[in-house]
Structure formats: C-alpha cells, structure tokens
C-alpha cells in the first residue's frame, strides 16, 4: 500500500472510527487484532483532553508475539488521535453492538472492503494487512536497517519481516540501472 492508496481508502470510510483504525495501522504498522483490542490508555495520556502519548503502547496480551510494543507516534497519527472522539476509557474502537467488547475484525474488514470498492480497488488484493505492509515497506524505502525495522515493526525475526517488504518494478530497474 503506498500513501496515495491509503488516502484513497481512508476518504471513503463512512465513519471516523474505520479511518482512525487505518490511520493506526499505518503509522504504526502494528497487527489488526492488536490495534482492535487497544484501549484507550494505550494512546492517551489524558483522554479528555485528547492528550496524546508520544508513544504508543501494544499490550502484550494484545499482540502475537505476547511482547509489548511501543511505537513513536507520528505527528500526523498524533493530530488524527487529538480529533478523534473516543471513550474516556475502555477500548479504543468500541463495538456499537456488543457493549464492553471491541469493534470486531469482521465488522472492520466489511468497512474495509466497501472503501476498497468504493476507491475503485476491490480485487487488488488489498487487506487489513496492507498497511502494515505498507509501514514496513516505507520504512524500508528509507532506507532504515532491517534492524530498525524489525525493532519498529515487532517481529521476531529477519526472515519474518522479510515477507513484509515490497519492492516495485521501478526499484527493480533502478537498482540495475545504478548498479
């Protein structure tokens, strides 16, 4: 996913919380189930002033490698986080139907898939994955090591992140023709 197809996505959600949600993923490239199980104590230091911490917090319990995570936040996330209206407490991305619980993946996966479908993209084989790859692509074509990526992105291993990195066409030719 480049920035110009997640800001095309992100236009055409319907509500805050899904581009808010997108707006995570991709400045912090962490795992949709993780951000969906994110409270809101994670990215505010005061939620009702809208207070943003400089780093966000990934619960171990939350994530995958059951390691916390803290990421830098990115000013933009940071500006995106200050105008989103969110609990005081609680999770970040509430469900609307099952009080208590968060937003679930199907529900933010059928959002998803309507701003694809709306942004012309469907059948391209984006998915709620694309913007962690996205992140870890950036990072990557800036030419961060993948040590730093590996450290930002919270994998366990090189080979892992491996699988995460995209390399276009252009890239290709360039390195050749700079070679």
């Not at 609307?96 to 898939?113: E, N, T, Y």
């Amino acid at each position: 996913m480049t920035q110009d197809i997640y800001e095309r996505i992100s236009k055409h959600f319907f509500t805050d919380v899904h581009r808010v949600f997108l707006a995570v993923s991709w400045y912090t490239g962490e795992r949709p189930e993780a951000i969906l199980k994110s409270k809101v104590s994670q990215f505010y230091v005061n939620p009702s002033r809208r207070i943003v911490r400089s780093e966000i917090i990934y619960s171990a319990t939350t994530r995958k490698d059951k390691k916390t995570r803290e990421v830098p936040c990115h000013i933009a996330l940071e500006k995106i986080l200050r105008d989103y209206e969110c609990l005081e407490d609680g999770y970040l991305f509430p469900s609307r139907v099952k009080p208590g619980k968060p937003l679930s993946r199907q529900a933010i996966d059928r959002a998803f898939r309507r701003a694809l479908k709306k942004a012309g993209l469907e059948n391209q084989g984006y998915s709620l994955y694309s913007a962690r790859r996205g992140f870890i692509t950036r990072l990557d074509n800036l030419g961060c090591s993948p040590g730093l990526i590996k450290s930002l992105s919270g994998h366990a291993s090189l080979s892992s992140l491996g699988r995460y990195i995209e390399i276009s066409e252009e890239q290709r030719k360039n390195a050749i023709a700079n070679f």
